[in-house]
């Protein structure tokens, strides 16, 4: 079998739309959702296009757990013993398990939520921050970064379901985000132990995580204003091993994404 399998070569059946990130951003689907979004962006039942949000939200959390699925599988894989502990294969193996679990779990809320799969598209890049050839950047750019957005996104999605009066909605994110603590833990977990002795290493490790944290802070997708759709959840954070600084560091970042890409717009207005 393959290491490092490229995300071209991911199994997809004929349902599966791929486009490349930046192409998500011309994709007329997700233009018909955004035009319809008016006033402040937090998804809330009341605004009118929080279904379509919602449905959006959940196709693409559930593309996100396919890659975490196939991420932690090849993590599993991808490395000799030597490269790195057995134990942290174990964790995977672990985590494994629980994103197959996501992945039934949110194909049925996708269906319960009115969407299909391929109604929305397929960008790859949770898998591409898998396919990183050092272990330790992998568990910073796909652990820390992008499951720390999943507790985001599971939390807000939880709060919706709270407030929309869907209980099936509330219930099976509140699951999904309990695990994903412990995956943002194991990546927490994983960072220090591995550079315990080895400072350098892990200033590259948390850049790559600074890197990933800021492209999905691009335009206040994530953040703690009413402009930002998905709230940072800072009391699940601490329970994953995130320090207060670097929750703090984190809405920073999502402050200055957001103030970039409203200086952008503002240019291409005039
Ligand atoms: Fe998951
Ligand atoms: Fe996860």
Not at 62 to 76: I, P
Request: charged content about 30%; hydrophobic content about 40%.
């Amino acid at each position: 079998m393959k290491k490092i399998l490229p995300p071209e070569e991911l199994a997809r059946d004929a349902r599966f739309v791929r486009v490349n990130i930046q192409d998500t951003i011309a994709d007329p689907r997700q233009a018909k959702v955004s035009e319809r979004n008016t006033g402040s962006a937090k998804l809330e039942p009341d605004r009118p296009a929080a279904a379509d949000r919602a449905r959006q939200l959940m196709h693409g959390i559930f593309m996100g757990e396919v890659q975490a699925l196939e991420g932690a599988g090849r993590t599993t894989f991808d490395f000799t013993d030597e490269e790195v502990p057995f134990q942290l294969k174990l964790d995977m193996a672990r985590q494994s398990w629980d994103e197959s679990r996501h992945c039934e779990i949110s194909v049925k809320l996708a269906e319960h939520m009115g969407t299909e799969i391929g109604e929305f598209a397929e960008a790859t890049f949770l898998y591409e921050a898998a396919c990183a050839p050092d272990a330790l950047l992998r568990l910073t750019g796909v652990n820390r970064a992008l499951e720390g957005l999943a507790i985001d996104v599971f939390n807000t999605m939880k709060l919706f379901g709270d407030h929309s009066g869907d209980p099936v909605l509330a219930a099976c994110e509140d699951w999904m985000l309990a695990d994903e603590v412990t995956h943002v833990k194991m990546g927490s977990d994983w960072l220090r132990r591995l550079t315990e002795n080895d400072p350098e290493r892990r200033e590259l490790a948390l850049e790559f995580q600074r890197t990933v944290d800021k492209l999905f802070s691009l335009g206040g997708f994530r953040g703690e204003t009413d402009d930002n759709p998905i709230q940072l959840a800072r009391r699940f954070r601490e329970l994953a091993g995130f320090s207060t600084e670097e929750i703090d560091e984190l809405s920073e970042v999502t402050a200055e994404a957001q103030a970039e890409a409203e200086a952008a717009a503002g240019v291409n207005k005039s």
